[in-house]
């Protein structure tokens, strides 16, 4: 049993490892609950209902300065990194439905079918590729490039440029404790918003058929976008556009390989294939939760008052396993249907990208269990190691044999 007398350390390795356990337990005893990332203290939602509604309450906002009149990051930033801390995934409308109108045309489902062919062909020379190996890091060598590929061929990201992004990613990712996040706040981060804008200069010289482009077309055009704003769009975009999807097909081949019987059935019933990505974004999902929004007024939930100005959490992982909702939410089952799960979020933020997202993953997996039926893990699963990052369910690597 854990002792939900104290706060919940949500960076805590045994967290990491066992969140399911946590979850189940929290979900049930205490749903609403105080939990601290690294120095932050915030409160977790872990019920369904709970989750959803907060996501749509008026009186919760992503903007913290709107709430307590500080800064919008709890912590202090150096100035050089201000753009990135001015994300659409931080601002509350209406700015946030005029930025996100901005990209919504290059996300809706219409033009993301356009790209599936690309996507398609471009898995098969992926695993063309591998095909000479006994067995390879799947995540690195398969689950990565397909969506680095895509997001740089959307933004019109030249493919020398995209691993910069990725090295900063894993910067941003695995920086922010110790020393480690003095060095990416005060050297890292500034650099990457240096290499913004002189990535935006370039494209402003060299304008094409792309969502960079258009954006910055949008803002000299009708002066919709500051500088700083089209410098976090872009930040949000290259590195948002990928992360998930890494990690959504890491996860999903992961779960299908310690449930054979459902791998097996995927098989014989490839038309599955819809039902299988939502009950892995259910079972597995990668992103645990959302950023924190922030409450304008004192909020009291199943007993408990959330005080004004306090950052609230929603636990996806927890909600999507919450009884009151999802039948046996333990079994792992590719048809299930409906399928109500928080993997993309919900409300006016929910996840821009799901529609690629889900293309990709889709593609992915059934390419690689149709050309590798022997497709095995390579290491005792016990070996697998998971990433010490809050808010996520993600591993190191995911060494396969075929």
């Known amino acids: 049993m854990i002792d939900l007398t104290k706060s919940v350390n949500l960076s805590g390795t045994d967290f990491i490892n066992n969140k399911y356990q946590y979850y189940e337990q929290i979900r049930e005893e205490r749903p609403v609950h105080?939990?601290?990332i690294s120095v932050l203290t915030v409160y977790t939602l872990a019920r369904h209902e709970d989750c959803s509604n907060i996501l749509k309450d008026p009186r919760v906002l992503r903007n913290r300065s709107t709430v307590t009149g500080g800064s919008r990051f709890p912590i202090p930033m150096p100035k050089s990194?201000?753009?990135?801390?001015?994300?659409?995934?931080?601002?509350?409308?209406?700015?946030?439905?005029?930025?996100?109108?901005l990209v919504r045309r290059g996300f809706r489902p219409q033009a993301i079918a356009q790209l599936e062919a690309r996507i398609d062909a471009y898995s098969h020379e992926l695993l063309d590729s591998l095909t000479q190996q006994s067995q390879f890091d799947l995540q690195s060598q398969y689950a990565l490039p397909i969506p680095v590929m895509m997001?740089?061929?959307?933004?019109?990201?030249?493919?020398?440029?995209m691993p910069t992004f990725q090295k900063v990613f894993g910067v941003v990712t695995s920086g922010f404790t110790g020393w480690r996040m003095f060095r990416t706040l005060f050297f890292d981060l500034p650099d990457t918003v240096k290499y913004v804008?002189?990535?935006?200069?370039?494209?402003?010289?060299?304008?094409?058929?792309?969502?960079?482009?258009?954006l910055i077309e949008a803002e000299d055009d009708g002066d919709r976008l500051t500088e700083d704003e089209l410098v976090a769009m872009v930040f949000l975009l290259i590195i948002a556009g990928?992360?998930?999807?890494?990690h959504l097909i890491t996860n999903g081949v992961l779960t299908l390989l310690d449930h054979p019987d459902q791998l097996d059935r995927l098989r014989s019933e490839p038309a599955l294939i819809d039902t299988a990505v939502e009950e892995i974004l259910r079972h597995r999902g990668p992103v645990q939760t959302t950023k924190p929004g922030y409450a304008t007024e004192d909020i009291e939930l199943h007993g408990v008052t959330i005080p004004r100005g306090k950052p609230i959490m929603p636990l996806f992982g927890a909600a999507n396993h919450d009884p009151r909702v999802f039948d046996?939410?333990?079994?792992?089952?590719?048809?299930?249907?409906?399928?109500r799960h928080l993997g993309f979020g919900h409300g006016v933020h929910f996840c821009l990208g799901a529609h690629l997202a889900r293309a990709e993953t889709r593609l992915a997996l059934l390419n690689l269990i149709e050309?590798?039926?022997?497709?095995?893990?390579?290491?005792?699963?016990?070996?697998?190691?998971?990433?010490?990052?809050?808010?996520?369910?993600?591993?190191?690597?995911l060494p396969v044999g075929i």
Do not use: C
């Not at 990194?81 to 109108?101: G, T």
């Open 151 to 161: 997001i740089s061929e959307m933004m019109g990201v030249s493919k020398t440029a």
């Open 371 to 397: 050309r590798f039926p022997d497709l095995h893990l390579a290491v005792d699963r016990s070996r697998l190691v998971l990433q010490r990052m809050p808010g996520w369910h993600r591993y190191d690597g």
């Open 34 to 36: 105080r939990a601290k």
């Open 242 to 246: 990928y992360e998930t999807t890494v």
């Open 81 to 101: 990194i201000k753009p990135l801390m001015e994300s659409m995934i931080q601002e509350d409308d209406p700015n946030h439905r005029r930025l996100r109108e």
């Open 197 to 214: 804008r002189e990535l935006i200069r370039q494209k402003r010289e060299n304008p094409a058929d792309d969502i960079l482009t258009g």
């Open 328 to 339: 046996n939410p333990g079994t792992f089952d590719i048809a299930r249907t409906p399928n």
